[in-house]
């Protein structure tokens, strides 16, 4: 009797070690999914900070180049001169910025001088941005300057095109 009471203890013992040692390879996993998954998270964020530090530099780029734009043409009608000072110096918070109502009809302004501009630049065959910036990518121009040319971020212009190839 106590050679049978030993025989199912050791087959009960076994048991539950087998039991610990597949619960204990579960938690492993577990643990390591939630390593991926925190390296993903730190991933992603580090993405969307350098995209809204890119976002904000392009945000400062047009309000300085709004706001010269504003100073020329302020020197434009106060009197004429020969030609217009472009300062690549950043906007300072002391320098005057226009209004926030005044901004639509400033950037109507600017759409409407820069539309004659566009039109020689730019191919007129092509319908969409899209299509656009593709046909000035084939023809070898960068980033930048097809952002220039099509009056859109750079970074508009990076995902723009990296999405039509897909």
């Given at each position: 009797m106590i050679a049978f009471l030993l025989?199912?203890?050791f087959a009960l013992h076994a048991f539950s070690?087998?039991?610990i040692i597949l619960l204990y390879l579960q938690l492993s996993k577990v643990k390591e999914v939630e390593k991926k998954q925190s390296q993903l998270i730190q991933e992603m964020e580090e993405t969307i900070s350098a995209y809204l530090l890119e976002w904000k530099e392009e945000n400062e780029r047009f309000?300085?180049?709004l706001s010269q734009r504003m100073r020329?043409?302020?020197n434009v009608q106060t009197k004429p001169s020969p030609a217009p000072k472009q300062h690549s110096a950043p906007v300072k918070d002391d320098e005057w910025l226009p209004p926030m109502e005044q901004v639509d009809t400033i950037k109507d302004r600017i759409e409407i001088s820069e539309t004659n501009q566009q039109q020689k630049e730019v191919p007129s065959s092509p319908?969409?941005?899209a299509e656009q910036?593709?046909?000035l990518q084939k023809e070898g121009k960068t980033i930048e300057e097809i952002a220039k040319l099509l009056n859109k971020g750079k970074t508009e212009i990076e995902l723009l095109l990296k999405f039509r190839q897909m």
């Amino acid at each position: 009797m106590i050679a049978f009471l030993l025989t199912v203890s050791f087959a009960l013992h076994a048991f539950s070690l087998f039991i610990i040692i597949l619960l204990y390879l579960q938690l492993s996993k577990v643990k390591e999914v939630e390593k991926k998954q925190s390296q993903l998270i730190q991933e992603m964020e580090e993405t969307i900070s350098a995209y809204l530090l890119e976002w904000k530099e392009e945000n400062e780029r047009f309000l300085q180049a709004l706001s010269q734009r504003m100073r020329s043409r302020d020197n434009v009608q106060t009197k004429p001169s020969p030609a217009p000072k472009q300062h690549s110096a950043p906007v300072k918070d002391d320098e005057w910025l226009p209004p926030m109502e005044q901004v639509d009809t400033i950037k109507d302004r600017i759409e409407i001088s820069e539309t004659n501009q566009q039109q020689k630049e730019v191919p007129s065959s092509p319908s969409s941005i899209a299509e656009q910036a593709e046909q000035l990518q084939k023809e070898g121009k960068t980033i930048e300057e097809i952002a220039k040319l099509l009056n859109k971020g750079k970074t508009e212009i990076e995902l723009l095109l990296k999405f039509r190839q897909m």
